[in-house]
């Protein structure tokens, strides 16, 4: 009895055995791992990781699938899911080389996905390890990479401070004729003020930039320009002016977008002038090659002040300005080039008609990089401007200006935070109104610092 009873048990354990090894077999046969892997191999990470996907209510918490899966995810640009599956490695693998691995591709998963806290502390683990020396210098890479975004993530101040010098032989940009002919009256006199007046002068400008970080596609900027440019000799063509700007900067590397408001006031001979408030948004695409292309659109509102002219205020104007750029950089140049139009409609009505005007310009510019210490430039514009109403005073004609201008200049970079520059430019406006038209030369040197 003893004997039939251990020949059945022998005859059950075979059977068990056969059936066991057979459902190992056909396991292993229908496992998705060595196809992901051969995927893998051959860099086809988007096909392993959708593989992986198919198979991943059946397979989640096999290591070898697991590993596969993290890896086919981090390498197809999908590092929340390669976490996912890197985590079930680092927890569970039994086999220590393939655990040890997981944690650095898991360390690396944090990483994309900023978790920067989580991938410096399991770096540092790793390292405590002490594994090979190719290992510990990846890891080093990586953790300077954690420093130098977490910079990047906190808020900045940048300062700068410019000073130039030079002459002017037009500060006010006004005509050089003291007799103008009029349709009305014939020829008057203009009041020495309201001629052309050559001066040398010097310009101040000190500027602060703040950025704060929210993510690693947006921020916040904000930044302050005050500026006083002062002519030795004629105080009453002096400006006093202050530009602020907050703005919300947001985007991939590919496409970035910005929106800001803006305000400005600008003294003239220590006496309030003009100010204005406006809106803008813009849009700058990175191309393939060096190109960039740009839009931007603003509205603002220029208000001036009465002072001892009552009439100022008539010069009160809602503009609305639109502006397309494209650049392209090449190693040794940078060319832009600038189409822009605006419309400024005048606030008041009656009198004030005649200050409203459309204008539209072109200007194009280049840079050469001579050597990376000295960069020539060079700029030249054309713009052409049609007022909306005749003017009133004397002329009883709709004024229209043809504006061009040239600049040549060159910077020279003394050190990092240092530059000198010097530039010259030539402006000419041409109007069917004599009153209105001039030339203008003008020279300067100065420095830049930035701190």
Not at 55 to 72: M, P
Not at 130 to 142: G, K, L, M, T, Y
Request: glycine fraction near 6%; include cysteine; charge should be negative.
């Amino acid at each position: 009895m003893n004997m039939c009873f251990r020949l059945l048990m022998g005859l059950l354990a075979v059977v068990l055995f056969q059936s066991l090894a057979a459902n190992v077999l056909a396991a292993a046969a229908d496992s998705p791992v060595p196809q992901m892997q051969s995927l893998n191999s051959d860099e086809q990470y988007q096909q392993a990781f959708a593989l992986g996907l198919d198979n991943l209510a059946e397979w989640e918490g096999d290591s070898a699938f697991d590993f596969a899966l993290g890896t086919a995810a981090i390498e197809s640009g999908n590092p929340n899911e390669a976490v996912f599956a890197f985590e079930r490695v680092a927890a569970t693998a039994g086999d220590s080389v393939l655990r040890q691995r997981a944690r650095l591709e898991l360390a690396r998963a944090y990483f994309l996905t900023e978790n920067l806290t989580a991938a410096e502390n399991l770096f540092v683990a790793v390292l405590d390890t002490n594994p090979p020396a190719n290992v510990r210098n990846n890891i080093q890479a990586f953790l300077e990479l954690i420093d130098t975004r977490r910079d990047a993530q906190r808020a900045t101040f940048t300062w700068s401070l410019a000073s130039n010098i030079g002459s002017d032989d037009n500060v006010n940009s006004a005509t050089s004729n003291g007799l103008i002919d009029t349709p009305l009256i014939g020829e008057i006199e203009l009041n020495p003020d309201g001629q052309q007046t050559e001066d040398n002068f010097s310009s101040t400008t000190l500027g602060m930039v703040y950025r704060r970080p929210f993510t690693r596609d947006a921020f916040i900027g904000a930044s302050v320009n005050l500026n006083h440019s002062d002519n030795f000799d004629s105080d009453q063509f002096d400006l006093d002016s202050l530009r602020s700007e907050v703005s919300w900067n947001w985007g991939s590397q590919t496409n970035r977008f910005r929106h800001g408001v803006t305000l400005s006031k600008v003294n003239l001979d220590g006496e309030s002038f003009q100010q204005a408030v406006g809106l803008n948004s813009s849009w700058q695409r990175q191309g393939q090659n060096g190109w960039y292309q740009s839009l931007s659109g603003s509205f603002s509102q220029i208000r001036y002040d009465t002072g001892s002219n009552p009439q100022n205020d008539l010069r009160d104007v809602n503009q609305l300005l639109f502006t397309a750029g494209l650049t392209k950089i090449t190693q040794d140049l940078t060319h832009s080039l600038t189409l822009y139009h605006a419309d400024e409609d005048p606030r008041a009505s009656g009198n004030g008609e005649h200050n409203g005007r459309r204008f539209t310009g072109l200007a194009y510019s280049t840079l050469y990089r001579f050597t990376p210490a000295h960069t020539p430039f060079f700029r030249i514009s054309v713009q052409e401007v049609d007022h909306i109403d005749e003017h009133p005073v004397f002329f009883n004609d709709q004024r229209s200006d043809s504006n061009k201008s040239l600049t040549l200049g060159w910077t020279w970079r003394v050190m990092q935070n240092l530059n000198l520059l010097a530039e010259t430019s030539w402006t000419d406006n041409e109007s069917n109104i004599p009153l209105f038209e001039y030339t203008r030369f003008k020279y300067q040197a100065g420095f830049r610092y930035q701190f």
